[in-house]
C-alpha cells in the first residue's frame, strides 16, 4: 500500500510552518490499522512550498542564491518529516525517514531513476519508509522540485502496489477548485477518457508549487495506465483514510483506467 499524506492535511497552507498536530495524531492511528507493509509519503504544505516559490527552485537554477533557498527548502521538509516520524512512533509504527534527494536522479522535473533497494528492506522487516516532497539536483533544470505525488506514482509502479491512497483537504476532485466556487460538483471516478475534464480543473494556486490538485490528478492517471487504481479522500474527516487504507473504495474520488 502507498498512502499519500497531503501537506494540505497535515499542515495549515495558509500559515507558514504549522503543523496540525492532533490531525497528523489521529491519522497515525488510523494508518497503524494497517497491518500490510506501506510506504508513506507527505506532501510539502506549508512547510516546503512557501520556501521554495521564493527562491523559484521549481523553475531551475538561474543564480547562485537559489542554492541556499535548496538547503532551507529541504531543511523545510526534514522538519516536518520529523513530526510525522513522531507522530507514527507515537502510534506504533516503526517508521524511518528517506531522504528523496539523496536516493532520486531527477532530470526535467521528473525522476529518472530511484534507488529502491533499502525501500524494499525496511518493508521486508516490517518498517515503513516514509518519504516526501523534496528540493532536488536536476540534470537539465540544474535544480527542481520532486513533488510527493510524483514519488507516490513512481513508487507505485516499481512496487507493484495494488492500490494507492492519497489524503487531502477536500472531498475529492471537483469540476472546479471547492475553495474559490461555490458548490462545485464532485466527480467520483475519473479515468482515461475523461482527459477534457482533466484540462478544466486548474491548480491549487500559488500556495502549491507543484501544481496542485491537476498535476496530482495528472500524474494518477498515468498510473491507471499501468492498471493501478488510486482514490483521493478527504483526510480530515476521522476515519476516511482508515476506511481508504483497509480497502473501502468510494469514500472520494477514484482515478482508474476505465
Ligand atoms: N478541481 C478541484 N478539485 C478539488 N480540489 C481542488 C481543485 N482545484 C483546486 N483544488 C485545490 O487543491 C487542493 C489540494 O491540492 P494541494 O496540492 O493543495 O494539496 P496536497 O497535495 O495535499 O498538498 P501538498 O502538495 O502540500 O502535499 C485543495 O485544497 C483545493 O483547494
Ligand atoms: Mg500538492
Known amino acids: 500500500m502507498i498512502v499519500k499524506l497531503g501537506g494540505s492535511v497535515i499542515t495549515d497552507k495558509s500559515k507558514k510552518f504549522t503543523v496540525k498536530c492532533s490531525v497528523l495524531r ?17 506532501g510539502g504544505g506549508s512547510f516546503g512550498h512557501p520556501v521554495a516559490a521564493k527562491y523559484g527552485i521549481a523553475d531551475g537554477y538561474k543564480s547562485k542564491g ?16 520529523s513530526y510525522v516520524i513522531q ?18 536522479v531527477v532530470s526535467g522535473g521528473r525522476i529518472k531513476s530511484m534507488e529502491i533497494t533499502p525501500i524494499k528492506g525496511m518493508l521486508d522487516l516490517g518498517i515503513t519508509p516514509v518519504l516526501y516532497g523534496d528540493a532536488v539536483p536536476d540534470e537539465k533544470k540544474g535544480i527542481s522540485i520532486l513533488s510527493g505525488d510524483q514519488i507516490v506514482v513512481y513508487l507505485a509502479k516499481k512496487l507493484d502496489s495494488p492500490r494507492v491512497v492519497l489524503g487531502v483537504d477536500v472531498d475529492g476532485v471537483f469540476a472546479a477548485n471547492p475553495k474559490k466556487e461555490e458548490e462545485p460538483m464532485l466527480v467520483k471516478k475519473i479515468t482515461l477518457a475523461d482527459r477534457k475534464l482533466v484540462d478544466l480543473l486548474g491548480t491549487a494556486g500559488s500556495d502549491d508549487v507543484t501544481g496542485g490538485m491537476k498535476k496530482k490528478v495528472e500524474e494518477l492517471l498515468e498510473l491507471a495506465k499501468q492498471g493501478v487504481e488510486a482514490e483521493i479522500v478527504n483526510a480530515t474527516k476521522p476515519n476516511f483514510l482508515k476506511k481508504a487504507v483497509n480497502g473501502e473504495s468510494g469514500l472520494g474520488t477514484i482515478i482508474c483506467r476505465r
Not at 489521529?26 to 507527505?42: D, F, K, M, N, Q
Not at 537559489?66 to 518529516?81: D, F, I, K, P, V
Request: net charge positive; glycine share 8%.
Open 87 to 104: 507522530a507514527f512512533q507515537g502510534a506504533g509504527i516503526p517508521a524511518i525517514p528517506m531522504q528523496p534527494s539523496a536516493c532520486t
Open 66 to 81: 537559489q542554492l541556499m533557498g535548496l538547503s532551507l527548502t529541504h531543511q523545510a521538509m526534514e522538519r516536518l518529516n
Open 26 to 42: 489521529r491519522l497515525a492511528r488510523e494508518l497503524a490499522s494497517y497491518t500490510g507493509p506501506s510506504v508513506v509519503i507527505h
